[in-house]
């Protein structure tokens, strides 16, 4: 250990730049060649600070960070000087072995990027598959199409777009309106006095015309002129008459 300690003592590190606190740290364990323990921080403490003491015209938010090691350090060799070591608490923060588990972290994320990096000077940006190749499945079977009936399935879907309004044309929306669908309910439950909401919509029904068609149902659902009930989620809606209801009434809509 005295060895190792007079070789320390001599080494003075010369550089511009360091990447940061930790950075330093590891240098000086390494050049000293000593392990990463408490005892080593005590004894690169002195060069630490001597660095540090270099950094005075620095800005305040650049050598923070070194002065929060400096401070853990200047703890450790104390510790180290006393004749016994000091009793911590249970659940006490242990501010060497907390350095000493950084540090090695450091140093292990430091070697597998110098690790990659020299991967990537060489080029070996290369990786070998794991996992064996996808089997893809063939999902449509050509092997019985024929140009005649190539032909003949391109003519029929052309054929479809030929009732088709020019581009240059507005399509104007169909208009439903509430009232219209209220009606229509008002009517089939004349003759019925019970349907469904699938009922009511017919066999191909457009996205504005089962809105509409609900929203009417709720309004008369809400003045008592009909009962709606659903046995399941996403079951159909069964729909009954009530006795309430006159067939000459008008009904007042907020909106239409």
Do not use: C
């Not at 669908?181 to 191909?204: E, P, Y």
């Amino acid at each position: 250990m005295d060895n190792l300690l007079g070789r320390q003592t001599n080494y003075t590190v010369h550089t511009p730049v360091y990447e940061g606190p930790l950075d330093l740290l590891l240098n000086l364990i390494e050049h000293a060649e000593l392990d990463i323990t408490t005892v080593s921080l005590a004894m690169v403490t002195d060069q630490y600070l001597v660095y540090i003491h270099g950094l005075e015209q620095a800005r305040p938010d650049e050598i923070s960070a070194f002065l929060v090691i400096a401070a853990k350090l200047l703890q450790i060799k104390s510790e180290a000087l006393l004749p016994r070591p000091p009793v911590h608490e249970p659940g006490e923060e242990n501010i060497g072995e907390d350095l000493v588990r950084q540090l090695r972290l450091y140093k292990r994320f430091k070697e597998i990027g110098g690790w990659l990096m020299e991967r990537q000077e060489q080029g070996l940006r290369t990786y070998l598959r794991v996992a064996p190749p996808p089997k893809v499945e063939p999902k449509l079977d050509l092997s019985g199409l024929t140009l005649n009936a190539l032909v003949a399935a391109a003519e029929s879907a052309f054929a479809k777009g030929k009732d088709k309004e020019p581009l240059a044309s507005v399509i104007a929306a169909p208009k439903i309106t509430i009232r219209e669908k209220i009606d229509l309910i008002s009517k089939i439950l004349k003759q019925i006095q019970h349907t469904s909401f699938r009922g009511l919509l017919g066999d191909s029904p457009s996205r504005l015309e089962i809105v509409v068609t609900f929203l009417a149902l709720l309004e008369l659902v809400k003045r008592y002129r009909v009962e709606a009930r659903q046995e399941g989620l996403f079951s159909d809606i069964e729909i009954d008459r009530l006795e309430g209801w006159q067939d000459d009434e008008e009904i007042e809509l907020e909106f239409e």
